[in-house]
């Protein structure tokens, strides 16, 4: 954790465990019009993951994006970099197995900034619930082009997960409007959404309907024991 008495150096707290649908996103040519569609339709908190591009790119669109995100209330996450997190006044950062750990990252960016970090194994999920991140993130359920070479973990794994977690978990993977509501049913809350709105011709009304379904499902689910 943070040194004692330490303060978050990002902007604030969010409850992570009401958000629902997160988006991560790349730099792309409309990305103001793009992410603003995604926050109409209901997606509530974004990710850059930019995996190719430098820094100067990387930040040129992370500061298109966070006032949108301010506007909206939705917190606004860098993918690897606590640094980068702490230059852009970004609210956290989320890391992977193999990037700055998650005492790393609250050192720097203090006790309330948001730290993710991604778990593909059970043993990786135990050995998670032990550090001070603020939420994890279980999959990709399925394969996926934005994992290359990584397999599907099942769908049991993040159902354990989930059950075994005292902090949100959201499920990587595929996730789209056909099938969240039966994620949802079988005990799932939380969703990272990356295709199904960065290749949707029309993310707002994409993002919105996997909203509504995965709000219709929650209304009639039955909360795991």
Do not use: W
Not at 11 to 29: E, I, K
Not at 46 to 72: G, S, Y
Not at 189 to 215: C, Q
Request: net charge negative.
């Amino acid at each position: 954790m943070g040194r004692p008495g330490q303060t978050s150096r990002v902007r604030g707290v969010f409850d992570l465990s009401t958000r629902r649908l997160y988006l991560c996103v790349g730099v792309r040519d409309d990305i103001t019009d793009f992410v603003e569609a995604a926050l109409r339709g209901g997606v509530d908190v974004v990710q850059l993951r930019e995996k190719n591009l430098d820094l100067t790119a990387q930040r040129r669109a992370a500061r298109q994006m966070m006032p949108i995100c301010r506007e909206f209330n939705v917190p606004f996450i860098v993918n690897d970099s606590p640094e980068l997190a702490l230059e852009l006044a970004a609210d956290g950062v989320h890391v992977g197995q193999d990037d700055a750990s998650v005492e790393r990252c609250r050192d720097l960016l203090g006790d309330e900034a948001i730290v993710g970090l991604s778990t593909h194994s059970t043993g990786e999920f135990e050995v998670a619930l032990s550090h001070p991140a603020s939420y994890l993130s279980a999959g990709p359920i399925v394969p996926t082009p934005t994992k290359p070479g990584r397999p599907g973990t099942g769908l049991d794994y993040a159902v354990l997960s989930q059950r075994r977690s005292d902090r949100p978990v959201f499920i990587t993977g595929g996730v789209n409007e056909d099938n969240v509501a039966g994620l949802v049913a079988a005990g799932l809350r939380h969703f990272v959404v990356v295709r199904a709105l960065t290749e949707s011709s029309n993310p707002e009304s994409t993002a919105r309907n996997i909203r509504r379904a995965l709000e219709g499902a929650l209304a009639v689910a039955i909360e795991p024991t």
